[in-house]
């Protein structure tokens, strides 16, 4: 079964501060998804990386794809307090099942 | 253009009875998908639908199941609740593979 790992589980950072939440997944997968949910709410897509080195960009946030690696990695630039939540990754695999992370939760301090 | 909506939004059974929760996906969306959530065990992909037909379907035993129906709608069953089903059930519809899904507000079922 094709696991998916994020770390950290847990972020607390300061506004202004830049970070990068990480996900690793243990088998070939060029299909890759990332999400926010608030608490008590649904989840929002973020962003789709469909191939090796894709790179996704939408305000302060940026999502990148490395299947050599089987890496992708959410990066926060000039973090605000709006951007506190849950993000989780999700990879497709071949036979399209969808694995998630563990989510990371994060908490932007003013 | 309306979201993808869920109903009931709240349920409460007891063990051994059997729930079927809705979902009503983004109008032109033929791709539903269907989640469980729980703090033990996170996001878990129960199936997929396209076209009326289950594409894929997760690690779940056979007491879930799902259905399609022309107009895209899905439906989701549960017989024999046990309580460790107790989980917001979350749906989300698609344009097809590889596309961003949409999230409905969820059901949250709760099983005494």
């Known amino acids: 079964e094709l696991k998916v790992e994020q770390n950290p589980l847990f972020l607390s950072m300061q506004e202004g501060k830049n970070y990068t939440i990480y996900c690793n997944y243990s088998t070939t997968s060029d299909r890759l998804y990332w999400y926010r949910q608030d608490p008590g709410k649904s989840l929002e897509s973020l962003f789709v990386l469909l191939s090796n080195g894709a790179v996704k960009q939408e305000g302060r946030l940026m999502a990148s794809l490395d299947t050599k690696a089987r890496l992708s990695t959410l990066h926060i630039t000039a973090a605000v307090h709006d951007l506190s939540a849950t993000y989780f990754c999700?990879?497709?695999?071949?036979?399209?099942?969808?694995?998630f992370g563990t989510g990371t939760s994060l908490t932007v301090i003013p | 253009k309306a979201g993808v909506t869920q109903t009931p939004r709240y349920l409460i059974k007891t063990r051994g009875q059997q729930v079927t929760l809705s979902c009503s996906p983004i109008s032109g969306h033929r791709s539903v998908s269907w989640y469980q959530q729980t703090p033990g065990q996170g996001l878990q992909f129960l199936f997929e639908?396209?076209?009326?037909?289950?594409?894929n379907k997760g690690n779940f035993p056979g007491r879930f199941s799902g259905r399609q129906f022309s107009n895209s709608r899905s439906e989701m069953n549960v017989s024999t609740l046990e309580l460790g089903d107790s989980a917001l059930y979350l749906c989300a519809s698609s344009l097809g593979l590889a596309a961003a899904q949409y999230f409905g507000p969820g059901t949250r079922l709760t099983v005494l």
């Open positions: 639908y396209f076209s009326e037909t289950q594409r």
């Open positions: 999700a990879v497709e695999n071949t036979g399209n099942q969808f694995y």
